[in-house]
């Protein structure tokens, strides 16, 4: 079982900065991809960015340019930066790995961006 623990969330104002963080537990597995994603109110989770272990990487039309997706390798981290943060950027945010031929997820941080 793999357990990801997310952090960095909090409340902004429209223009701000926020970078989240995802480790993952620590074990003798290799994480393959590794995404972040988010729900807002009323509406669907979405894919805001993904990342191979390799480091390629795919984002969303509403967050392109504005957010940035790493990882560290060696610690099992996923990182979202974001820039530049819209009121419509409000959301829980989600981290997901993708191991062992399993998906994980890990339990959400809320980002809120006020006006």
């Known amino acids: 079982q793999v357990q990801l623990v997310e952090s960095g969330g909090g409340l902004v104002q429209a223009g701000g900065s926020l970078r989240l963080s995802c480790a993952a537990s620590r074990g003798s597995f290799i994480i393959n991809g590794m995404a972040w994603y988010r729900q807002a109110p009323g509406k669907q989770r979405e894919l805001v960015a993904g990342i191979t272990r390799g480091g390629t990487t795919n984002y969303s039309e509403s967050v392109k340019g504005r957010f940035t997706i790493s990882r560290d390798n060696a610690k099992n981290t996923v990182f979202l930066q974001m820039s530049n943060l819209k009121p419509e950027d409000t959301a829980v945010y989600y981290c997901?790995?993708?191991?062992?031929?399993?998906?994980?997820w890990g339990q959400g941080t809320q980002v809120t961006v006020s006006s």
């Open positions: 997901k790995a993708l191991t062992m031929g399993k998906e994980f």
